[in-house]
């Protein structure tokens, strides 16, 4: 008897093509809903994985001088520069400490990228309206980025909006 005859690996990729462009696109409604879940120091965030691009270790950097403390450096990212910034130096005035799962998130920009520093990536976390919660108090460095908080296996992530710390002219400022 013959085995089967295995699926030509063009018609996987046009399959799995076609099952990405019917899944809902994170943050709406639909069932499977999900988003970039990764600590930064004791917070849960949830990353639109429409705002986000690769996530890459740490690599060796290139110190810029004169600019602001959370600028760790820029890095070349397949040809491309790119910042790199502590995010919770950043936001909090506190330096990450850098571990194992330490990783950089890369954020495409218009005119550049940048790469945040995160303590941990969790995996895909679901965050559809069924999952959504009130936003309970946090801390005021972190809410102006806040979009939403959600409840995943009783634990309290909160939607990151990586658009307004793109916006936020302090961000824009890393010179000292």
Known sequence: MAAPARPHPFDQLLEL???????????????????????????????????????????????????????????????RITTVIDLLDFLTGRRSVVGPRSRLVVVPGEAWSYALLVDEIVGMRPS??????????????LRPYLRDAYEVDGSLWFAFDLGRLLADPRFMAAAL
């Open 17 to 79: 093509e076609r099952r990405s462009q019917a899944a809902p696109a994170p943050g709406s409604a639909g069932a499977g809903v999900g988003a970039l879940g990764l600590r930064l120091g004791g917070t849960q965030l949830l990353f639109d994985l429409r705002e986000t691009g690769e996530i890459v270790p740490l690599p060796r950097l290139t110190q810029v001088p004169g600019a602001q403390p959370w600028l760790l450096g820029i890095m070349s990212l397949r040809g």
């Open 128 to 141: 559809g309206t069924a999952n959504r919660r009130p936003l309970p108090a946090v801390d005021p460095t």
